[in-house]
């Protein structure tokens, strides 16, 4: 188990272009989270996958976001015409499918070292 | 989820113990205190847990009052390594979606 892989891990891009990021999760984990974290701040919850089923997004996911996650698989995070206020570390995490109500579910997240983007 | 209250830094030296103070006086009673630490360009590791008992791993213990409104995470003997910025959340254990809601955190540093 190689735990959650995010590619690229560094992006700069111009301002109006688009970008694309992946992220592998943990094999066998049914669900997958986006966080976005800028300087200074604690990760910001975006969006938020059940197997291939997109279950929640924050309204800090604008209509330039749009994440995938197709065959419940790896997922993409694309944002389109990007601008300045974009950039930022954008993190995945993974989450296996808790059993049981107790402490012996743990439903932990797992996260990668995140894609660092920056918009010129 | 219920909003949690750290101070923004906190020093040990290496070796000694450091105690890391959170507040959720709102906390409700399905929701547990989760613990996760950020070194500096990784991204969050999952720490402790825990609903009202005291809890210990290998990597720290979780001290939560018994009206369950504050805790505390301890690091028993803080390596150099254990520098990082420390979330304290609150949330419910289960359910369809179990985002976190992260706040500051508090920074540790660790000094030789």
Redesign the interface.
């Known amino acids: 188990d190689t735990g959650v892989s995010q590619n690229p891990r560094h992006k700069i891009t111009k301002r109006g272009q688009n970008v694309t990021f992946r992220c592998d999760p943990i094999s066998e984990h049914n669900r997958l989270y986006w966080y976005r974290q800028t300087l200074g701040q604690g990760p910001e919850f975006l969006t938020y996958f059940q197997n291939e089923a997109q279950l929640e997004k924050s309204r800090l996911l604008s209509d330039r976001f749009s994440a995938e996650r197709p065959k419940g698989s790896f997922s993409t995070l694309e944002i389109q015409r990007t601008e300045q206020g974009d950039s930022a570390m954008y993190l995945c995490a993974s989450s296996p499918r808790g059993i049981g109500q107790g402490m012996g579910n743990k439903n932990i997240q797992y996260f990668g070292a995140g894609t660092r983007l920056s918009v010129l | 989820d219920a909003k949690t209250t750290q101070p923004p830094s906190m020093d040990c030296a290496e070796g000694r113990a450091a105690n890391l103070p959170c507040n959720h006086s709102t906390i409700s009673g399905n929701e547990y205190v989760y613990w996760y630490r950020q070194i500096h360009?990784?991204?969050?590791?999952?720490i402790i847990?825990?609903?009202k008992n005291n809890e210990t791993n290998e990597m720290a213990s979780l001290i939560i009052t018994e009206d369950r409104k504050s805790s505390t995470l301890i690091l028993p003997h803080a390596t150099l390594r254990d520098t990082a910025?420390y979330?304290c959340i609150v949330r419910v254990?289960?359910g369809?979606?179990?985002?976190?809601?992260?706040?500051?955190?508090i920074t540790l540093s660790v000094r030789p």
């Open positions: 360009s990784q991204g969050p590791q999952y847990h825990g609903l910025v979330y254990h289960t369809a979606n179990s985002k976190l809601t992260f706040g500051k955190g």
